[in-house]
Nanobody
Framework: QVQLVESGGGLVQAGGSLRLSCVAS????????MGWYRQAPQKEREVVAV???????YYADSVKGRFTISRDNAKNTVYLQMNSLKPEDTAIYYC??????????WGQGTQVTVSA
């Protein structure tokens, strides 16, 4: 039983930046693969970025060069630094964690709105 608590969403103008944070409860954060997903209205949820327990990284093509995912295992926290934001980035952003046994956890989501 793990709880993910997200913060950092808000309203920003195009070209601006935001940093999302996700804090996990529990004792085994460093063993989880962590990721950020997003869902725009009437759209499918899509993966944005993943940082695995090994430190390996994955980014969606739409955010490469603009977003950076990182983690601080001592703080049980994963971050998403979002730069050069575009209106197309507007969505609810969800934190995700995956245990090695296949069990998944989701945060409640945080709204990111980018105005033109």
């Amino acid at each position: 039983q793990v709880q993910l608590v997200e913060s950092g969403g808000g309203l920003v103008q195009a070209g601006g930046s935001l940093r999302l944070s996700c804090v996990a409860s529990g004792r085994a954060f460093s063993t989880y693969d962590m990721g950020w997903y997003r869902q725009a209205p009437q759209k499918e949820r899509e993966v944005v970025a993943v940082i695995r327990r090994t430190g390996s990284l994955y980014y969606a093509d739409s955010v490469k060069g603009r977003f950076t995912i990182s983690r601080d295992n001592a703080k049980n926290t994963v971050y998403l630094q979002m730069n050069s934001l575009k209106p197309e980035d507007t969505a609810i952003y969800y934190c995700n964690g995956n245990r090695s046994d296949g069990l998944s956890y989701w945060g409640q989501g945080t709204q990111v709105t980018v105005s033109a």
